[in-house]
């Protein structure tokens, strides 16, 4: 089969060989031959006598030449062959060892000029007739005249022959200039006036010039490769900046990232395509970028897809998890709390929070992760706790603390997750969370009564009642104007419930009318009508009215409580006082019942109770009963005493019972904030009360150290402070080395968790994260995505370029694994990549 190309005959192809080889003849008789550039010797030379003499001394210098070459080569070969390897190192620290070329050149010029300031300069003794003299580190620095010290780093001492050198003439100059360039200078008694000299010399000017622009990138033999990888890695780090500050703007707030499709000009990308389209808009630089490679599609790197921002929020995750894990590590001191809540997909994530002790003495609540399906069996979220640690190299025997819900499987006192833990460590005290446990406090007080319960519930279905039509909510603000409207209870904080009460007791009057109009209305429909009457009747009653006014004041308090309860600077003792001031609160309000009656009769305007509106029902006498034994209450009397009493008790019962857990745990540490006010026996006994609860953590000089505190507080004046403030103060003042030990007991103090409401924190950001478009979401991602969210303020303190630095890092070492070299055809992944890579070494 023919292949286009035109074939010869065999004479054809001997006539081009032959005139083929006459032309390259041709050539090469034009080149000179080499005996045409040595004059050859005539005869008459050779017969002269003088030339004779002169030739044959000529031949036997050459001759003698080569025999010394032929000798130092010999040499040189066997002593390189049984040289030792370690004797090849050059000290580029010892001027006099250099070996001038360029590769010491380059070497001075990258790493600078090393001037041994630290050498010892004994070796550097000279005698002079009157005295010794050595050298002194005077001569590194140059006084000018106005008084300015100036250095002389070009100056540089050689501890193996005792002398100075200037390296940059050393490497650049010529070898007449002086000592200072051949053997080394060490006249020391006219150091000054020849360093002036020398410095100030034109030869010296020059070196240093050369060495500066050596250093530079203009001097290297590889200009064009390092300039063309400094614009590439330019290039890819401004593009690179703005796509972390579009992740990191867009995970801050819990923004999804992705949409249905990945086009840049599309109606259906995510935030991340169309925040970069936005910027885009007012970056040239960007739109640039994106003009080029944002509709290359798959395959080609442009760093716009979303495996970059991908790898991205892994990598700033991984920086987040490990300050939060190193700041734990040396607070040594932590606390654990734990909470469970099913997310978006049904799937149960538990919520891991840590707290410790900051730098500056302020305790920190931190989350580390969500853990997927765990199980809700004790022994199950113990194993989790504990794998959890292990993971990030925490060690358990330092964990103090430990804070959750009073849910059995948790706060059990024999197999709960508490119990379990304290089995490994008894150490970590088991803290309630103080604000689940007020919740609990007024769901006790609401269910030991029907009053109570009657009236929550009326208060939710009045609410359900306007909200389910537009046209009742429209007559409801009609007469509320610029009242409250209704509110719904709230599921899960209990005292949250003021809010709902406090709608319904500044809007009774306009609520009353807006059912009453509802009720008038003929083109209601009847089923309307009839549920708008039945919600009527309890204002008209005392009972109702009295309960409003009752539980606003109540929940009020409880209200602020709660608020305070969920800070993460509240400590123990400042529950212990909280808890205390609402026992007296509800003790103190007991005698308010006339007063809160005269507020409900003014309200409603009703003063009978329903119990005296009712006929009485007299019951047969027995033939032996009298008319005395009969006893019968009035309405007023039977509301008070079972409704009222009732729940004052209830609430002042529970309060005292959940308020004793903390005044135990409190009673240990609550000398160290009150110290001023105890003698010495008390704090001695006190003090030996916790070195022998901690053994290994607080030494005998604890109650030395405490004694001296209290002069040291007598003495400022300064007699009460509250733990977090004490500890601060020490922190602040640098006086932990002082009180070590009292340092060690605040922090143990302190880093316990005196609520979990961090976790519940959290389960509102896991909504956010993962909603019901991000219901498949993976743990991996949720995790990262879920800490830089929580964690955002942490986030906002790292720098764009450690970020990228660390993304480059990973892909410079993916490069380097690669067995093939990179060529220009690569993608720019690729070859940004290895210009990272290549740059460290350059």
Same mark, same amino acid.
């Given at each position: 089969?023919?292949?286009?190309?035109?074939?010869?005959?065999?004479?054809?192809?001997?006539?081009?060989?032959?005139?083929?080889?006459?032309?390259?003849?041709?050539?090469?008789?034009?080149?000179?031959?080499?005996?045409?550039?040595?004059?050859?010797?005539?005869?008459?030379?050779?017969?002269?006598?003088?030339?004779?003499?002169?030739?044959?001394?000529?031949?036997?210098?050459?001759?003698?030449?080569?025999?010394?070459?032929?000798?130092?080569?010999?040499?040189?070969?066997?002593?390189?062959?049984?040289?030792?390897?370690?004797?090849?190192?050059?000290?580029?620290?010892?001027?006099?060892?250099?070996?001038?070329?360029?590769?010491?050149?380059?070497?001075?010029?990258?790493?600078?000029?090393?001037?041994?300031?630290?050498?010892?300069?004994?070796?550097?003794?000279?005698?002079?007739?009157?005295?010794?003299?050595?050298?002194?580190?005077?001569?590194?620095?140059?006084?000018?005249?106005?008084?300015?010290?100036?250095?002389?780093?070009?100056?540089?001492?050689?501890?193996?022959?005792?002398?100075?050198?200037?390296?940059?003439?050393?490497?650049?100059?010529?070898?007449?200039?002086?000592?200072?360039?051949?053997?080394?200078?060490?006249?020391?008694?006219?150091?000054?006036?020849?360093?002036?000299?020398?410095?100030?010399?034109?030869?010296?000017?020059?070196?240093?010039?050369?060495?500066?622009?050596?250093?530079?990138?203009?001097?290297?033999?590889?200009?064009?490769?390092?300039?063309?990888?400094?614009?590439?890695?330019?290039?890819?780090?401004?593009?690179?900046?703005?796509?972390?500050?579009?992740?990191?703007?867009?995970?801050?707030?819990?923004?999804?990232?992705?949409?249905?499709?990945?086009?840049?000009?599309?109606?259906?990308?995510?935030?991340?395509?169309?925040?970069?389209?936005?910027?885009?808009?007012?970056?040239?630089?960007?739109?640039?970028?994106?003009?080029?490679?944002?509709?290359?599609?798959?395959?080609?790197?442009?760093?716009?897809?979303?495996?970059?921002?991908?790898?991205?929020?892994?990598?700033?995750?991984?920086?987040?998890?490990?300050?939060?894990?190193?700041?734990?590590?040396?607070?040594?001191?932590?606390?654990?709390?734990?909470?469970?809540?099913?997310?978006?997909?049904?799937?149960?994530?538990?919520?891991?929070?840590?707290?410790?002790?900051?730098?500056?003495?302020?305790?920190?609540?931190?989350?580390?992760?969500?853990?997927?399906?765990?199980?809700?069996?004790?022994?199950?979220?113990?194993?989790?706790?504990?794998?959890?640690?292990?993971?990030?190299?925490?060690?358990?025997?330092?964990?103090?603390?430990?804070?959750?819900?009073?849910?059995?499987?948790?706060?059990?006192?024999?197999?709960?997750?508490?119990?379990?833990?304290?089995?490994?460590?008894?150490?970590?005290?088991?803290?309630?969370?103080?604000?689940?446990?007020?919740?609990?406090?007024?769901?006790?007080?609401?269910?030991?009564?029907?009053?109570?319960?009657?009236?929550?519930?009326?208060?939710?279905?009045?609410?359900?009642?306007?909200?389910?039509?537009?046209?009742?909510?429209?007559?409801?603000?009609?007469?509320?104007?610029?009242?409250?409207?209704?509110?719904?209870?709230?599921?899960?904080?209990?005292?949250?419930?003021?809010?709902?009460?406090?709608?319904?007791?500044?809007?009774?009057?306009?609520?009353?009318?807006?059912?009453?109009?509802?009720?008038?209305?003929?083109?209601?429909?009847?089923?309307?009508?009839?549920?708008?009457?039945?919600?009527?009747?309890?204002?008209?009653?005392?009972?109702?009215?009295?309960?409003?006014?009752?539980? =606003?004041?109540? *929940?009020? @308090?409880?209200?602020?409580?709660? /608020?305070? #309860?969920?800070?993460?600077?509240?400590? &123990?003792?400042? !529950?212990?006082?909280?808890?205390?001031?609402?026992?007296?609160?509800?003790?103190?309000?007991?005698?308010?019942?006339?007063?809160?009656?005269?507020?409900?009769?003014?309200?409603?305007?009703?003063?009978?109770?329903?119990?005296?509106?009712?006929?009485?029902?007299?019951?047969?006498?027995?033939?032996?009963?009298?008319?005395?034994?009969?006893?019968?209450?009035?309405?007023?009397?039977?509301?008070?005493?079972?409704?009222?009493?009732?729940?004052?008790?209830?609430? =002042?019962?529970? *309060?005292? @019972?959940?308020?004793?857990?903390? /005044?135990? #745990?409190?009673?240990?540490?609550?000398? &160290?904030?009150? !110290?001023?006010?105890?003698?010495?026996?008390?704090?001695?006994?006190?003090?030996?009360?916790?070195?022998?609860?901690?053994?290994?953590?607080?030494?005998?000089?604890?109650?030395?150290?405490?004694?001296?505190?209290?002069?040291?507080?007598?003495?400022?004046?300064?007699?009460?402070?509250?733990?977090?403030?004490?500890?601060?103060?020490?922190?602040?003042?640098?006086?932990?080395?002082?009180?070590?030990?009292?340092?060690?007991?605040?922090?143990?103090?302190?880093?316990?968790?005196?609520?979990?409401?961090?976790?519940?924190?959290?389960?509102?950001?896991?909504?956010?994260?993962?909603?019901?478009?991000?219901?498949?979401?993976?743990?991996?991602?949720?995790?990262?995505?879920?800490?830089?969210?929580?964690?955002?303020?942490?986030?906002?303190?790292?720098?764009?370029?450690?970020?990228?630095?660390?993304?480059?890092?990973?892909?410079?070492?993916?490069?380097?694994?690669?067995?093939?070299?990179?060529?220009?055809?690569?993608?720019?992944?690729?070859?940004?990549?290895?210009?990272?890579?290549?740059?460290?070494?350059?």
């Amino acid at each position: 089969m023919s292949d286009g190309r035109k074939r010869f005959s065999g004479s054809e192809y001997k006539k081009r060989a032959k005139d083929k080889e006459y032309k390259e003849s041709k050539v090469l008789n034009k080149i000179p031959k080499l005996s045409t550039f040595f004059k050859p010797a005539t005869p008459s030379s050779l017969n002269a006598p003088d030339n004779g003499q002169q030739h044959q001394h000529d031949l036997e210098e050459i001759e003698t030449s080569k025999c010394e070459s032929d000798l130092v080569i010999n040499n040189l070969t066997t002593s390189t062959l049984n040289m030792d390897p370690a004797t090849f190192y050059i000290d580029y620290n010892d001027p006099a060892k250099w070996i001038i070329n360029d590769v010491t050149r380059d070497y001075v010029a990258k790493h600078g000029i090393n001037q041994n300031l630290n050498d010892d300069f004994t070796c550097s003794k000279r005698e002079y007739p009157d005295k010794n003299r050595f050298l002194n580190k005077s001569l590194f620095v140059r006084t000018r005249i106005n008084g300015e010290v100036q250095s002389r780093p070009w100056l540089v001492f050689s501890k193996s022959t005792g002398t100075v050198f200037c390296a940059p003439c050393r490497l650049f100059g010529s070898a007449h200039l002086s000592t200072l360039v051949t053997i080394g200078f060490n006249d020391w008694k006219n150091a000054v006036r020849k360093l002036n000299d020398h410095e100030n010399s034109i030869p010296h000017k020059t070196s240093t010039v050369a060495l500066i622009e050596r250093g530079k990138t203009a001097g290297k033999i590889n200009q064009e490769i390092v300039l063309q990888l400094e614009q590439e890695t330019n290039y890819w780090r401004n593009i690179l900046k703005r796509i972390v500050a579009t992740v990191r703007s867009l995970v801050i707030r819990g923004l999804p990232l992705r949409g249905s499709e990945e086009k840049f000009g599309s109606y259906h990308s995510g935030n991340f395509i169309m925040t970069l389209e936005l910027l885009a808009e007012f970056d040239p630089f960007l739109s640039e970028h994106i003009r080029h490679y944002g509709k290359i599609g798959s395959g080609n790197t442009s760093y716009l897809s979303s495996q970059t921002y991908g790898e991205f929020i892994q990598i700033m995750a991984e920086k987040i998890t490990k300050q939060i894990v190193e700041e734990v590590k040396v607070s040594k001191y932590f606390s654990i709390s734990v909470d469970s809540t099913p997310d978006v997909s049904h799937v149960d994530q538990l919520s891991f929070i840590i707290r410790y002790i900051s730098k500056d003495g302020t305790p920190i609540e931190r989350f580390l992760k969500f853990i997927a399906n765990t199980g809700h069996k004790s022994e199950q979220l113990a194993d989790a706790v504990f794998d959890t640690l292990n993971q990030y190299n925490l060690d358990i025997k330092n964990c103090r603390g430990q804070s959750y819900d009073n849910a059995s499987n948790m706060a059990g006192k024999y197999t709960g997750l508490q119990a379990r833990i304290k089995e490994v460590i008894p150490l970590a005290i088991y803290v309630p969370c103080s604000a689940h446990s007020l919740n609990l406090v007024g769901i006790s007080a609401v269910d030991c009564c029907e009053k109570s319960t009657t009236y929550f519930r009326y208060l939710q279905e009045l609410y359900n009642f306007f909200t389910a039509s537009t046209h009742r909510w429209e007559i409801l603000l009609f007469y509320l104007k610029k009242s409250k409207c209704v509110k719904s209870l709230s599921q899960t904080r209990w005292s949250a419930r003021y809010e709902a009460g406090k709608s319904l007791c500044t809007s009774w009057s306009e609520i009353k009318n807006a059912l009453q109009a509802i009720i008038d209305d003929a083109n209601e429909k009847p089923v309307t009508k009839f549920d708008a009457s039945v919600l009527l009747k309890p204002f008209n009653t005392i009972e109702m009215c009295f309960m409003t006014v009752f539980w =606003n004041e109540v *929940l009020e @308090r409880f209200h602020i409580v709660n /608020k305070k #309860l969920q800070s993460v600077n509240i400590e &123990l003792g400042m !529950i212990v006082e909280l808890y205390g001031s609402l026992e007296q609160y509800i003790s103190r309000i007991r005698n308010n019942f006339e007063e809160y009656e005269g507020k409900a009769i003014q309200i409603c305007g009703e003063m009978q109770y329903k119990k005296d509106k009712r006929r009485t029902v007299k019951r047969k006498r027995q033939f032996d009963e009298t008319m005395n034994e009969v006893i019968t209450e009035t309405g007023k009397e039977d509301f008070r005493i079972n409704v009222f009493f009732v729940i004052l008790d209830k609430l =002042n019962a529970e *309060l005292v @019972r959940r308020g004793s857990s903390y /005044k135990n #745990l409190c009673v240990k540490f609550d000398f &160290l904030t009150n !110290i001023c006010s105890f003698d010495e026996e008390i704090i001695s006994e006190k003090t030996r009360a916790l070195i022998e609860q901690y053994p290994n953590d607080i030494e005998e000089s604890f109650t030395n150290e405490c004694l001296h505190l209290r002069d040291h507080l007598f003495f400022k004046s300064d007699k009460k402070r509250n733990a977090q403030e004490l500890c601060k103060m020490l922190y602040t003042n640098d006086l932990i080395d002082i009180y070590p030990n009292v340092t060690t007991a605040l922090r143990m103090y302190l880093c316990t968790f005196a609520t979990n409401c961090t976790a519940e924190r959290s389960f509102s950001a896991l909504k956010r994260v993962k909603s019901h478009l991000r219901s498949t979401l993976e743990s991996d991602r949720l995790n990262a995505t879920s800490i830089l969210h929580i964690e955002s303020e942490m986030l906002r303190s790292i720098n764009y370029d450690d970020i990228i630095d660390d993304f480059a890092s990973k892909k410079a070492v993916r490069v380097m694994m690669d067995s093939n070299m990179t060529s220009v055809d690569d993608p720019p992944t690729h070859r940004w990549s290895t210009a990272i890579a290549v740059s460290e070494f350059l």
